[in-house]
């Protein structure tokens, strides 16, 4: 099971959610219960597919990048290789294996038609990493070497999707060849960061944060002061993307430390692993805090208690009770 981001309201394994202990539901890269998502628990033994052209049914509606897509049954034997087509030609940067990957998606059965899952009903894409063991192999080797902004279609059989087990609480069955239309929204890495300019760092009641972009944490110096009673969120560095909504989710860098202290609590540069959440799953410094605030940027946030734990944080995080919390967090994506 992935570890979780400490952000997460009451989750010792993720910090910054409001999700209970070890409940992965409300992460982003899960599918709604009863779905499949394209998620693999199990190392695949498969050799590499063949990539072949088709054959592939069809897009019949919402043929537009980020729309639901309809898509025709599948016609006549599907292949027994990886057939995949990029359906739409984005010029983003390009998806590498081990990426993690922000996509919309929908899968339906070849022989049926029937839709087992899809994100766009959802209104947010599935965050997940494209390695073996995390994801089916089929959309591994499909969406390696396409770009961000792509539209890509790909069928895929059962020896690169579920197997011979399938999912049959999703309705699939290990002879199932799978069809999905993938939208690839964003593709991030451990040393994604910030881009934008430089913000003057001019109080010294607050805490200073380094303005490296190389994928390394950031330094954050806390000033030999009281900590301030109410919320601050500050650009540390402003970028030029579109403003994050207060219902909106996000993709981020962050590493987390207490004011008393100093003391680093959490970080996904220690995992070397972005994350994703919605804003609605967050404690209420960060929903206030990232509200408003642009793709791109990285911005220090300082969580009084009464928007962090207060006197209930998690179990074995190494926050004491009553502590306001230091962050930095860079914007990676959001929609």
Same mark, same amino acid.
């Given at each position: 099971?992935?570890?979780? &981001? ?8 993720? +910090? ?14 899960? %599918? ?49 290789? +990886? ?39 959802? !209104? ?7 390695? #073996? ?12 070497? !396409? ?7 790909? &069928? ?13 609480? %999703? ?57 301030? /009673? ?8 402003? $970028? ?12 981020? #860098?962050? !590493? ?5 202290? $100093? ?12 994350? %994703?959440?919605? +804003? ?7 929903? #206030?805090?990232?509200? $408003? /605030? ?26 004491? !009770? ?9 914007? +990676?994506?959001?929609?």
């Amino acid at each position: 099971m992935r570890r979780r &981001s400490l952000i997460l309201a009451a989750v010792p394994a993720g +910090l910054v959610t409001l999700a209970g202990c070890g409940d992965d539901k409300s992460d982003s890269s899960s %599918a709604a219960d009863g779905n499949a998502s394209p998620s693999a628990s199990d190392p695949s033994a498969a050799p590499a597919p063949k990539i072949v052209d088709g054959p592939l049914p069809a897009i019949t509606a919402g043929t537009e990048f980020g729309e639901k897509p309809t898509v025709a049954k599948g016609s006549g034997a599907p292949s027994d290789q +990886l057939a995949v087509k990029t359906v739409i030609a984005g010029n983003g940067r390009t998806v590498a294996e081990n990426d993690y990957i922000w996509a919309h998606y929908l899968g339906q059965i070849w022989d049926t038609g029937k839709v087992f899952d899809n994100s766009y009903d959802r !209104k947010t894409p599935l965050f997940i990493q494209l390695a #073996q063991g995390g994801i089916i192999d089929g959309w591994r080797y499909a969406l390696a070497g !396409k770009k961000v902004g792509s539209r890509v279609e790909l &069928s895929v059989p059962p020896t690169w999707g579920y197997g011979k087990e399938g999912q049959p609480q %999703a309705g699939i069955k290990g002879t199932d060849t799978l069809v999905f239309v993938v939208d690839v929204q964003g593709t991030f890495n451990g040393k994604s960061s910030a881009e934008g300019k430089d913000v003057p760092q001019d109080d010294a009641a607050l805490p200073k944060v380094g303005t490296n972009t190389d994928g390394k944490a950031p330094s954050i110096e806390i000033p030999k002061a009281d900590p301030p /009673k109410k919320l601050v969120a500050n650009y540390v560095i402003e $970028g030029d993307g579109e403003e994050v909504a207060a219902d909106g989710s996000v993709v981020v #860098q962050y !590493k987390g430390v207490v004011w008393d202290t $100093g003391k680093e609590f959490d970080s996904t540069y220690t995992r070397s692993a972005p994350t %994703a959440f919605s +804003l609605q799953q967050v404690v209420k410094g960060w929903s #206030q805090g990232l509200t $408003g /605030k642009k793709v791109g940027s990285r911005v220090v946030i300082v969580v009084p208690p009464e928007l962090g734990y207060g006197d209930q944080p998690p179990a074995g995080s190494g926050i004491e !009770k009553d502590s306001t919390m230091v962050f930095s967090v860079d914007i +990676l994506a959001t929609v």
